[in-house]
């Protein structure tokens, strides 16, 4: 991956420039990465709920139980990233205490795409002072805690998804940059554009896109370019008829479970997502508008230069990073966003949003008057004072919403082991289905779909809550649940138990009216240690089978219903 480069001889991209971009890549992630976890509030190391998912199928198969939610239960792709999930099933294997590899893995694909980052900002600057286009890619980098807090500490496909991206990117551009077109394929290229659809399932389309562009931006490279652009759909078919054989269906459940099928709709939705974005994170607008102008200034060169024996340095590269960059805003907007902090989607495009400021940094850099030279440092430190101080309190201020990912999934962690201690064993449906299912020994089900193949697909069209909406009530009537536990709730209400349930309501309080389910469940309070407890509807059956003293019934008379509503 790093190394002597041809796209620039070896005097920038040397073994030593590789070494010493290493040592500032893993520099400039450990700090990043202390920071963004002190900014945050320190919200704990065992990863978001929804990483925990991919864990507990990693764990699941490290055990040899195959790839499924349920021990013994039906095979789902519960987890999105099929190449990140296999990657954790050897550290389960490994007998050691596993979230600190997780996180060591996750930081070190984060150094890695950190230094490609900065390998590419180079080639960009082709002809600025190499220090100070690197001085400002740090800088950039340091302005973005969002991405090291969803890089490093969420446990999810981040950092591999972006190191995967930018390590594409840094064998195309290099086939690009390079003096002469490649007479043969790179087997970096390859191995980038295969393992990107395996990543996430829209890593087809951003490998070959990207492969077709490089294709189009240099014709006489396709020697070296076109099996990259065979590779990933050849990845993506084989994936797809391996799920077939294993699964019975072409995606992820999780496909099935988060995107509807109204396209209109996820596009508006993704519109809304895409303006938060543009609107909502420091001065996103006016990097995307820098990119814009970059590209335009790049394709106006290579227009007039045409006829030229080469193009100049770095424009070629230029056009490439900026389709990369409005492709991966554009999916997004086709998928429909997501509800995660900090614009999770749109993370792994961070560190090309920010390539115009080691741009600017290294023109600023470039020959000068005496006078703007000895004004040009008071400046470039006022700049980046800024630039740093208003992307940290911006995030600072969304150090709750991060938090509340990172709570939820060690509560559910402790609510099932609090739940392995119950005689017999409820199965449980869940809401927040990733802590619990490290941690609960019985079966679940998980009523967002996720992990439950005939829920996710039983409304094609989602209403509701973004990536929550498929809860369906036939088939939860098709195997209803023992317990119902709200631990996903940062609030017990011993007194005065309130639940909204308006008309229209979505996911089991659409419910809460209906006769057959206030037949079926009593509302209880959970007792736990420390006098925590946690609301819950159990089914009386079971309530009656398992007679104990830590459950308390409520009774439907003592919740109140807020809003209107009617019974079915």
Request: with cysteine; charged share 15%; glycine share 10%.
């Amino acid at each position: 991956m790093f190394g002597t480069d041809p796209a620039m001889g070896n005097t920038v991209f040397s073994v030593g420039r590789a070494r010493l971009d290493l040592v500032l890549a893993l520099a400039a992630t450990a700090v990043m990465a202390a920071l963004a976890y002190a900014l945050a509030g320190s919200p704990g190391a065992n990863g978001i709920d929804d990483a925990a998912i991919t864990r507990s199928y990693a764990q699941n198969i490290a055990a040899g139980h195959g790839f499924v939610y349920n021990v013994g239960g039906e095979r789902v792709e519960g987890a999105t990233s099929l190449l990140w999930t296999l990657a954790l099933v050897p550290l389960y294997r490994s007998g050691l205490p596993v979230e600190p590899l997780i996180l060591g893995l996750g930081f070190t694909l984060s150094v890695i795409a950190v230094a490609l980052a900065l390998r590419l900002a180079r080639r960009l600057g082709a002809g600025l002072p190499p220090a100070a286009v690197t001085a400002g890619l740090l800088i950039g980098l340091a302005g973005l805690p969002g991405f090291f807090i969803w890089s490093v500490w969420s446990m999810m496909e981040i950092a591999l998804w972006t190191a995967l991206i930018l390590w594409l990117l840094d064998r195309l551009t290099a086939a690009l940059e390079a003096p002469e077109p490649a007479r043969r394929p790179d087997p970096a290229l390859l191995a980038a554009a295969f393992l990107l659809p395996l990543t996430r399932p829209e890593g087809v389309a951003v490998a070959t896109g990207l492969a077709l562009g490089a294709l189009a931006l240099r014709p006489l490279a396709w020697r070296g370019l076109a099996g990259a652009a065979l590779a990933a759909p050849l990845s993506a078919a084989v994936l797809t008829l391996g799920r077939l054989a294993y699964f019975g269906q072409p995606f992820p459940n999780t496909y099935y479970a988060k995107v509807s099928a109204d396209r209109l709709q996820n596009a508006f939705d993704g519109a809304k997502y895409l303006a938060s974005f543009l609107f909502g994170h420091p001065f996103a607008e006016a990097l995307v508008l820098a990119w814009l102008a970059l590209a335009a200034l790049a394709v106006a060169a290579l227009w007039r230069g045409r006829r030229a024996a080469a193009a100049a340095p770095g424009r070629r590269s230029l056009v490439l990073c900026a389709t990369a960059l409005f492709g991966l805003l554009a999916t997004y907007v086709m998928l429909g966003g997501d509800h995660f902090a900090m614009w999770r989607f749109y993370q792994p495009a961070m560190p090309l949003l920010v390539m115009p400021l080691a741009l600017a940094v290294g023109w600023l850099a470039g020959p000068a008057p005496a006078a703007a030279r000895r004004a040009l440092p008071v400046l470039a430190l006022a700049v980046a004072a800024g630039w740093v101080a208003m992307n940290a309190a911006a995030f600072r201020q969304e150090r709750f919403r991060i938090a509340w990912e990172y709570s939820l999934s060690a509560r559910g962690e402790a609510f099932g082991r609090y739940l392995n201690s119950f005689s017999p064993q409820p199965l449980l449906g869940v809401v927040a289905a990733g802590g619990i299912a490290l941690t609960y020994e019985g079966e679940m089900r998980d009523l967002m779909g996720l992990n439950w193949v005939a829920m996710a697909h039983a409304k094609p069209i989602k209403t509701g809550m973004r990536n929550h909406a498929s809860f369906d009530p036939g088939v939860f009537w098709t195997d209803p649940p023992q317990l119902i536990a709200q631990y996903h709730k940062a609030e017990c209400q011993r007194r005065g138990w309130t639940e909204p349930a308006m008309a229209g309501a979505t996911g089991v309080r659409q419910m809460l009216r209906q006769e057959r389910f206030r037949a079926t469940y009593l509302p209880v309070v959970m007792e736990m240690e420390d006098g925590r407890c946690t609301t819950a509807f159990a089914e009386r059956g079971w309530l009656a089978a398992t007679s104990d003293p830590r459950i308390v019934p409520v009774g439907w008379d003592d919740l109140r219903l807020l809003g209107e509503g009617t019974g079915a």
